[in-house]
């Protein structure tokens, strides 16, 4: 179980360098402040929650915890598909961030539902 949040929350925090980088990039190469706060911010905290959920108070918390981050993913997603849609990033830029995340929203989903038995 040790190694499994180790690996988990390694993923996240590799996310959520790769978000803050996303962020700077879209605020001194596109010059957009408020969504790429946005996603920052949702971005981020998948990982600060999955942290949270190593000190749960019981099972309920921990899954608790984990839907958090699964929600802060999925809202994620819907950022990087707007920027998407609106040219501000490059197709190849979205697959790569949206392979890093499906993989996060994957292990999350996994996690809850294993949890829940």
């Given at each position: 179980?040790?190694?499994?949040?180790?690996?988990i929350y390694?993923?996240?925090?590799?996310?959520?360098?790769r978000m803050i980088r996303l962020t700077r990039y879209l605020q001194d190469e596109k010059?957009?402040?408020?969504a790429s706060k946005q996603?920052?911010?949702?971005?981020?905290?998948?990982?600060?929650?999955?942290r949270e959920s190593y000190n749960a108070q019981?099972?309920?918390?921990?899954?608790?915890?984990?839907?958090?981050?699964?929600?802060e993913a999925n809202e994620t997603l819907y950022w990087l598909e707007l920027f998407l849609e609106s040219e501000i990033i490059t197709r190849d830029e979205y697959d790569s961030l949206f392979q890093d995340l499906d993989e996060l929203i994957a292990l999350l989903t996994s996690t809850i539902k294993t949890s829940k038995k």
């Amino acid at each position: 179980m040790e190694n499994f949040r180790q690996f988990i929350y390694g993923k996240c925090l590799d996310f959520a360098v790769r978000m803050i980088r996303l962020t700077r990039y879209l605020q001194d190469e596109k010059h957009e402040y408020v969504a790429s706060k946005q996603i920052c911010r949702s971005g981020t905290s998948i990982g600060a929650n999955v942290r949270e959920s190593y000190n749960a108070q019981s099972n309920a918390d921990f899954i608790n915890k984990l839907s958090i981050a699964l929600k802060e993913a999925n809202e994620t997603l819907y950022w990087l598909e707007l920027f998407l849609e609106s040219e501000i990033i490059t197709r190849d830029e979205y697959d790569s961030l949206f392979q890093d995340l499906d993989e996060l929203i994957a292990l999350l989903t996994s996690t809850i539902k294993t949890s829940k038995k």
